[in-house]
């Protein structure tokens, strides 16, 4: 069932189609049902994608755990005086935060520009189901993800680098 031919209907045919498609978009993005039939969900994937990057940050937070006795170790066999047995000097604390941040900052960029591509491959996957037959609209559609996607990636870098130039300056003994 293709456009109605009269322009007045063909004009309202189309609207209602876009329409269609901007409030699937909106569910997709909020995680509820589509009104298109297709199964898209955004958050399984994201709960996925967050599962495995906890899991990594656990991995590294043991291994961490590790060098951070090692030291301790190190530390109290080497300059131990009168201190509580049990604590490193700062400053050597300090710079193995620093390089445990530095280490993850590239896995943790990668990581969001994998889950910005699969959130853009469910809206182009949203763009075809509910244009079918509509190339033009596809291509439009698709065209608008890809500059969305251009123009915030970036800025979700930026934001994500401050984020970890910030925890690299550890201020306080916590």
């Not at 301790?72 to 390089?99: C, H, W």
């Not at 993800?145 to 994500?160: D, G, H, R, V, Y």
Request: aromatic share 10%.
């Amino acid at each position: 069932s293709g456009p109605p031919s009269d322009p007045a209907e063909r004009l309202a045919f189309l609207i209602d189609k876009v329409t269609a498609f901007t409030q699937d978009a909106i569910s997709l993005a909020a995680g509820e049902e589509l009104r298109c039939g297709d199964h898209l969900n955004v958050f399984s994937m994201l709960r996925r994608e967050f599962g495995k990057w906890s899991n990594c940050l656990d991995k590294t937070g043991h291994n961490f755990n590790i060098k951070i006795e090692k030291k301790v170790e190190d530390y109290e066999e080497r300059y131990r005086g009168r201190e509580l047995p049990g604590f490193i000097n700062y400053k050597t604390f300090e710079v193995m935060v620093s390089e445990q941040m530095k280490q993850l900052e590239e896995p943790a960029v990668k990581k969001l520009k994998d889950i910005g591509d699969a959130v853009r491959r469910m809206f182009l996957q949203l763009a075809s189901s509910s244009f079918t037959g509509f190339p033009n609209l596809i291509k439009t559609a698709k065209a608008k993800i890809e500059t969305i996607k251009q123009e915030k990636e970036p800025i979700a870098e930026s934001m994500l680098r401050t984020q970890f130039k910030m925890e690299t300056m550890v201020y306080s003994q916590d």
